[in-house]
């Protein structure tokens, strides 16, 4: 079978390819894909080439397919699988394959590490250490963009399962955020923290009070018109925006926030910046934890953190990158059940042609996620520039945004598959 896809040949090499895909073998999964998410993470990749450790030697001679965040159907199982999966499932996978034992190895990630599975792609082969490691999971939604989403929904899921708390006289940690405490997420009307937002408010387990901080008041209105504090309060969760750019919002006020002013219990950090890290450290209550969730790209990236309250307060940090299977599952089964709603990440679209440059670009591109459909021909398009323009498909996804507040959905998404030109 052919398949067109976007190959890494080397450091900012990137081609967009037809070629021929053998046959699969009998431990072996022949998959389509629909959707795919462009992460930073690819980006990185991308420009690193065999620098980055994911990247095998090799690529010059032996290309991988980019794309990790990606979503599809099955097409064809192979003999091992065939009580297990069954062509039509719809499936997500989870990229960073693990075992009892660690890491699979240097060629881990599909994405990264493979020639004939990656998400920027119409068709891959999905190996057998896929399905040995239990990472291909079955997605019941509506839409196919949900379960791309699930990914980076599920570090911002793995971030609140990674706090922990302490109790004086023990040496046994107790894991998530506390239950009916107080959470502060800073720097947080981003993508991610969008997420962060919606997952606090709509998780089992959540807080009483959630502030949330930015230094852009349209970002911080746009967060409001998503996540009202009417919606939270629904929810059993006090919301508060907060513009720290703005005199007297600094870490004195946002402590006055929470009961009695003593600070927060759980802090999560979602931009790599140095005051914010060390904001984040000031409104830490007793036995508060701060999650250091922006990954920086600079290996010297430092903060000031007050080891007199690590001593007396007992304040402590944790840093995450990713979630886990369980993690991925649980943002599966909250996006199917419509308690998380991760289309707050989307702000742009566009097809597979449009992948080299996006991924090359990514971070001098604004807004949040970059949502590429694997089968079509489209430039990347941003949702708030689709009623400028004059072709029908762009008039027609634009009306459908607007009835939905602006954002992407599983109507725009079949609009879109439906009306759009094949690659």
Same mark, same amino acid.
């Given at each position: ?177 506390? =239950? @009916?405490?107080?959470?502060?997420? &800073?720097?947080?009307?981003? %993508?991610? *923290?969008? #997420?962060?937002? +919606? ?47 703005? =005199? @007297?919002?600094?870490?004195?006020? &946002?402590?006055?926030?929470? %009961?009695? *002013?003593? #600070?927060?219990? +759980? ?5 790599p910046v140095a005051p914010v890290v060390e904001q984040a450290d000031a409104i830490l209550g007793f036995d508060g934890c701060l999650n ?17 309250n690590v001593h007396y307060a007992a304040t402590h940090v944790v840093g995450t990158s990713g979630g886990n299977t369980d993690d991925m ?77 602006g954002l992407w959905s599983p109507e725009a998404e079949k609009y879109l598959l439906a009306n759009a030109p094949a690659i």
């Amino acid at each position: 079978m052919k398949t067109k896809a976007v190959r890494l040949y080397g450091e900012s090499d990137l081609r967009l390819e037809e070629f021929e895909l053998p046959a699969i073998k009998e431990t072996e999964i022949l998959a389509k894909i629909v959707s795919d998410s462009i992460c930073m993470s690819s980006y990185k990749a991308a420009t690193q080439g065999t620098k980055h450790k994911r990247i095998p030697n090799n690529v010059a001679d032996e290309p991988i397919i980019i794309g990790h965040e990606f979503c599809g159907e099955i097409v064809e199982v192979g003999a091992k699988w065939a009580d297990k999966f069954k062509a039509g499932d719809k499936f997500s996978i989870q990229p960073a394959l693990v075992d009892e034992n660690g890491p699979v190895g240097v060629l881990s990630a599909p994405g990264y590490s493979y020639n004939y599975i990656g998400g920027d792609a119409q068709y891959v082969i999905i190996p057998e250490e896929v399905m040995t490691n239990d990472c291909l999971l079955a997605y019941n939604g509506d839409a196919f963009y949900l379960g791309s989403l699930a990914e980076p929904m599920s570090c911002i899921v793995g971030g609140y399962h990674a706090n922990y708390h302490t109790t004086p006289g023990s040496y046994v940690h107790k894991m998530e955020i506390v =239950e @009916g405490g107080s959470c502060a997420i &800073l720097a947080g009307v981003g %993508p991610m *923290g969008l #997420g962060a937002i +919606d997952y606090a408010i709509h998780a089992d387990r959540k807080p009483s009070l959630v502030v949330v901080t930015d230094i852009d008041t349209a970002r911080l209105e746009r967060a409001a018109s998503i996540f009202t504090v009417e919606e939270a309060k629904a929810n059993g969760v006090e919301l508060i925006y907060v513009n720290t750019a703005e =005199e @007297g919002k600094g870490p004195e006020y &946002l402590k006055s926030l929470t %009961p009695g *002013g003593k #600070g927060f219990d +759980d802090v999560f950090v979602y931009a790599p910046v140095a005051p914010v890290v060390e904001q984040a450290d000031a409104i830490l209550g007793f036995d508060g934890c701060l999650n250091f969730f922006a990954g920086p790209t600079n290996p010297e990236f430092a903060a000031k953190f007050n080891f007199y309250n690590v001593h007396y307060a007992a304040t402590h940090v944790v840093g995450t990158s990713g979630g886990n299977t369980d993690d991925m599952r649980e943002s599966l089964a909250m996006m199917e059940a419509g308690k998380l709603n991760p289309s707050v990440m989307i702000t742009h679209v566009g097809g597979l042609d449009a992948v080299i440059e996006t991924t090359l670009n990514l971070p001098k591109i604004p807004g949040g996620k970059k949502l590429v459909y694997t089968g079509i021909s489209m430039p990347l398009t941003a949702l708030e520039e689709l009623k400028d323009k004059d072709d029908d498909l762009s008039k027609g996804l634009a009306e459908i945004v607007e009835r939905h507040n602006g954002l992407w959905s599983p109507e725009a998404e079949k609009y879109l598959l439906a009306n759009a030109p094949a690659i």
